[in-house]
């Protein structure tokens, strides 16, 4: 049914399918996150960016590998379910990978909260309020006109683009003090990778791209370039960004606003202009990336309930939109947003995705001889993932006001499980794969 519908739509060409990638890419997450990682890795924070980006790029080929072989708008749920069979194990996963997107409209919404009390200096309490109400808002938006989020994502997109590139050009050829990206102002190999981590997340929209693969009309040629492609960019600007920050702004400052650390450093670049300019750009980024979220979360939990993997309740429509998962998905974010710091936040979805994508790098291993992939840079991709999420646990253990973090990665894994085992008890229902025709 999925492919079938996919089929109808527009086809997309290599320009599409980058954009969607990078679109993906950078969303909220860069302007989320950006502080606390510097705050955490110091002069190495494009080093920690570059590191990340490494990870992604070793999952993306993965993901390349496999969505020739399993062309599927069900993207990594077909992966897993190809790989891993219909066990609890596959189960879990795909109920992760749906909690990994809560966490990521949470940290979008934290970030829109932020940035929007910069225009008229409100407090935490303003911050909380504004962060609930997109969440709502948008929400709202997604089941009233769904026809309006789709059209409205190529504008924000396009605004967000142009002003972190004038940020980027800006912060870049203006003097500032380079002795900040000194190798003496590094941090040591486990912290720098920890913090490489906390920022994985934002280069986890790459695998939008399999979801729009069956309608790609040269995907032999436009795949390649949309996921390897598309990430190279998106390190490259990230690097960038974080060079401009540091060039413009001490580590005391970025530490006392790392929230909104890239309008304070617009601020400082540009004046009072290049804050709001930054200000605008953070609040088209999380709306579009809130939006984007919430236009595919009731898609994926209709999907894996498809599969079979969740309640038929999840398969139900209202105005032709599957509601319930949208509307699980702003409860659960609503009560993250107001219950849960950001560092704990940000810990947990890359925690979450860099779980899910080891899966999906083993899957590519697994079924080497059927997507045709390098076994060996497979099982680097593998142990990357796993190596990346040891390094960001040992980091959150060793500090312990974050050490509470970890039992919280326990209780999501946990949940997960529970959840799956719990309903396939309950239901009896019979799992069900798709038919996909590899790429030729």
């Keep these: 049914m999925a492919e079938t519908a996919a089929s109808a739509k527009t086809p997309l060409g290599t320009a599409a399918l980058l954009s969607i990638g990078i679109g993906g890419m950078i969303g909220g997450g860069i302007f989320a996150v950006t502080g606390l990682t510097i705050q955490l890795t110091r002069g190495a924070a494009p080093l920690a960016f570059a590191l990340a980006g490494a990870v992604a790029l070793l999952t993306a080929w993965s993901y390349l590998k496999l969505t020739l072989r399993y062309p599927s708008s069900g993207g990594t749920v077909e992966f897993l379910n190809r790989a891993y069979g219909p066990g609890v194990f596959t189960g879990a996963l795909n109920i992760l990978l749906c909690l990994s997107y809560v966490i990521l409209l949470a940290i979008y919404a934290y970030a829109f909260g932020t940035y929007a009390v910069d225009l008229f200096h409100g407090g935490a ?25 789709i059209r409205s994502e190529n504008s924000l997109n396009l605004l967000k683009l142009i002003l972190l590139a004038g940020f980027i050009v800006a912060g870049l050829a203006l003097p500032g003090d380079p002795a900040r990206l000194a190798p003496a102002q590094w941090v040591s190999p486990l912290p720098l990778i920890a913090g490489a981590m906390i920022v994985f997340l934002n280069y986890e929209g790459f695998e939008l791209i399999a979801n729009a693969a069956p309608q790609a009309v040269n995907p032999r040629r ?17 690097l960038c960004i974080a060079a401009a920050v540091l060039l413009h702004l001490g580590f005391g400052a970025i530490a006392a606003h790392r929230d909104d650390v890239l309008s304070v450093a617009a601020g400082q670049i540009l004046g009072h202009g290049g804050s709001l300019a930054i200000i605008v750009a953070a609040l088209a980024a999380t709306a579009s990336a809130i939006n984007a979220t919430f236009y595919g979360s009731g898609r994926l939990t209709y999907l ?9 309740a999840f398969e139900h429509d209202i105005r032709n939109q599957p509601v319930e998962g949208l509307a699980l998905f702003a409860t659960l974010a609503l009560l993250l947003v107001n219950g849960v710091p950001l560092s704990a936040i940000a810990t947990l979805g890359s925690a979450g995705f860099l779980l899910v994508f080891a899966a999906v790098n083993l899957a590519n291993l697994r079924l ?6 390098n076994p060996r840079l497979a ?36 949940f997960s499980v529970a959840t799956e085992l719990f309903y396939r008890r309950l239901s009896g229902r019979s799992i069900h794969m798709g038919r996909q025709t590899p790429i030729s």
Aim: one cysteine or more.
């Design 368 to 373: 080497a001889r059927e997507t045709q992939a």
């Design 222 to 238: 436009s795949l390649p370039i949309a996921y390897l492609g598309g990430v190279a960019i998106v390190i490259l600007v990230y």
């Design 125 to 149: 309490a303003a911050r909380s309020m504004l962060a609930s109400g997109v969440l709502l808002v948008l929400a709202l938006l997604n089941f009233l006109g769904p026809h309006i989020v």
């Design 304 to 312: 894996i309930a498809k599969y079979g993997e969740l309640p038929s």
């Design 379 to 414: 099982a680097i991709g593998v142990a990357a993932c796993l190596t990346a999420l040891a390094a960001l646990c040992a980091q959150v253990i060793e500090d312990p006001h974050t050490r509470w973090q970890i039992a919280g990665l326990v209780a999501l894994i946990a």
